[in-house]
């Protein structure tokens, strides 16, 4: 009889179940955002999926500590922002740097044309790059911004400061991203 | 082989907050309308969810705890 070894693993989501349809409910819901957060502040897909995986883990681990006062949005995010900054500080600390020649891109969708492809790719690439440009916190303020389901407040709660600061910076990142995104065309 | 079809509209051409198009260039108002743009055609890799399931079904009950203590 053979085992199944852990590469083995299957790639069909379907062919397993969740361990309670809440769980998945919660990974439907805000699966694709902490992962789109992940890929910008870590900049490589195959690192992204991993600490996508890793956040949701977490987050069951610890489903127990969650006490409800912000949305579950705002928790798998702040989980999401601690795994990623402790992930870069490793890697820095190790002199792990990718360099903008690396993938930054994941692929879009299977009915897009080869131009939309071309657009979206070019797209992901510019906007990582005018991404890394910035200082740190204007990129997390950005990418946190640009989820419409966040208000200021959470933003704010997520980076440790009032929602009036939030939308003081928020002037002045969007400024650095636009003089950033303007370069590199 | 740069192909650059990605713009900021200036500010004076800043009437609302929605992407538009000219000449074939996508025009953006924010950094967030343009981030939402590329969160928008990232795909979530479907193995996550395969790895995720893989992953809580080799748990141990006290790992498992947490979760159900919640809903129970």
Known sequence: MQSETPNQIATDP???EWPSPEFGAIYDENAKEVYYLCLRMLGDPAFAEDATHDVFIKAFKKWAEFRGASSVRTWLYRIAINHCKNLVQTW????????????????????????????AKELGQRIHQALDALPEEYRLL??????????????????DQSADAVRGKLHRARKAFATQFQKLS | MEHNSHSFRK???????????????????????????????????PQIEARLKQTLSTMTGTDKKGWWRKWF
């Open chain 1, 14 to 16: 379907a062919a397993l």
């Open chain 1, 92 to 119: 820095h600390h190790r002199h792990i740097i990718t360099t903008d020649d690396e993938v930054v891109w994941q692929g879009c969708s299977h009915d897009s044309t080869p131009l939309e492809i071309l657009e």
């Open chain 1, 142 to 159: 950005l990418l946190l911004v640009a989820d419409e389901k966040l208000s200021y407040d959470e933003v704010g709660a997520l980076t």
């Open chain 2, 11 to 45: 500010s004076n051409e800043q009437q609302h907050d929605s992407s538009s198009q000219q000449n074939g260039k996508k025009q953006f108002s924010t950094a967030e309308e343009a981030i939402r743009a590329d969160a928008a055609e990232v795909e979530l890799p």
